[in-house]
């Protein structure tokens, strides 16, 4: 199991590398976040980064269920494999994220969605911006979370 467990770490370092890229252009429009009226270029370009975000949590999220081969249906799945990372499994798989992490995902996938399927004039920049306002927290808590689930395997691989 410890070669396919790096693998994993591989993986998930890999999207977490991207993740850190990620922030960084956030930053370039993070102060835009304060403002009441945004054109609609500007808003679609926030949104847009607020979709590749929730993208590289669910590319994180993938790798994990296809190493536990945890099956998932396909009707909800985006919903359903976000849930699945908060449990554990005893002896199987540690909890990847914690409850509070799960809400603000949900809030990012939610707004993913409305993303793929919405031109950038109809988003709601109120919902928008609250969910955007709450990245760095997101960004934060799951490198934190990611870290400890890393380590906690290296405990199944003993």
């Known amino acids: 199991m410890l070669h396919n467990v790096e693998f994993l770490r591989a993986d998930v370092s890999d999207e977490l590398d991207k993740l850190a890229r990620l922030a960084k252009e956030f930053s370039l429009v993070e102060d835009k976040l304060a403002e009441d009226e945004l054109s609609n270029y500007d808003r679609g370009a926030i949104g847009y980064l607020l979709h590749n975000f929730y993208n590289g949590c669910e590319n994180i999220f993938r790798s994990i269920a296809r190493f536990f081969e945890n099956d998932l249906g396909d009707d909800s799945w985006h919903r359903d ?68 689930f890393l380590a906690k395997l290296g405990e199944l691989e003993g």
């Open 81 to 148: 494999l976000l849930k699945r990372m908060t449990l554990e499994v005893p002896g199987f798989r540690p909890r990847v994220i914690d409850e509070t992490l799960y809400r603000l995902l949900d809030d990012f996938r939610a707004f993913r969605h409305k993303f793929r399927h919405s031109y950038s004039f109809e988003l709601d920049w109120e919902r928008e911006r609250l969910v955007a306002r709450r990245f760095r927290t997101a960004e934060g808590l799951l490198r934190r979370q990611l870290a400890g």
